[in-house]
């Protein structure tokens, strides 16, 4: 059958090589070539991820800590499966290192040494997004979805800059939420999350 076959994979490489073209190339724009090297520089984050620490030592007392694990976890295991098991497995070149590739490559930032196959960066960030939608959106409500789009606009700028294809995003992706919603209902399970209730004094 078709798609059991080597040419079936051949054309969903070509497709996944011309996004990244469209992406890269074609819907470049001056605002994007400032601001997306930027997004995908974790240090830009660090307030960020401050603040999460802030939110949860002050609201939730001894449940934060676990919190924190629960957190530190979901990365861990998204950054080393993405890692040790897909990136050494796969061996796949990043475009910026592929000699094919650089006839239609612009190359933002510094071509990072590793494999492509999945991007951690992906991986890494939609397992936190996960786990924050699952462990606040009871108390946050339609909010948390905000954490999927700042997942995503850091996903999508590995492309822009030119070091992931589109697949291997959606590979990270996958991962991510298939982690963070292992992790967000196992703490739920145990240490959901409330507000303190006020007192009437």
């Given amino acids: ?57 002050i609201n939730f007392k001894n449940k934060a800590w676990w919190w924190i694990i629960f957190f530190l976890v979901t990365v861990s295991l998204t950054d080393m499966t993405g890692t040790k098991l897909f990136k050494y497995g796969f061996e796949r070149i990043r475009p910026c290192n592929n000699p094919d590739m650089l006839a239609h490559l612009r190359l933002l930032v510094r071509c990072p040494i590793g494999y492509s196959f999945m991007s951690n960066h992906a991986a890494n960030h939609f397992g936190m997004a996960t786990f924050l939608f699952i462990t606040f959106r009871h108390l946050f409500k339609r909010w948390m979805w905000l954490a999927f789009l700042w997942a995503g606009i850091i996903g999508y700028a590995q492309v822009y800059v030119g070091v992931h294809y589109p697949s291997d995003i959606a590979g990270g992706i996958l991962l991510g939420i298939i982690y963070g919603t292992f992790t967000g209902f196992l703490f739920n399970k145990y240490f959901k999350l409330h507000f303190p209730e006020k007192s009437l004094h």
């Avoid at 074609?26 to 307030?47: A, E, G, K, Q, Y």
Wanted: proline fraction near 5%; aromatic fraction near 20%.
């Fill in 1 to 57: 059958m078709f798609f059991l076959t080597g040419t079936f994979w051949e054309k969903i490489l070509e497709w996944d090589r011309d996004l990244f073209t469209t992406i890269n190339s074609n819907w470049s724009n001056p605002v994007f070539d400032t601001v997306m090297p930027l997004l995908r520089n974790s240090l830009i984050w660090i307030p960020l991820y401050l603040f999460l620490l802030a939110l949860v030592l």
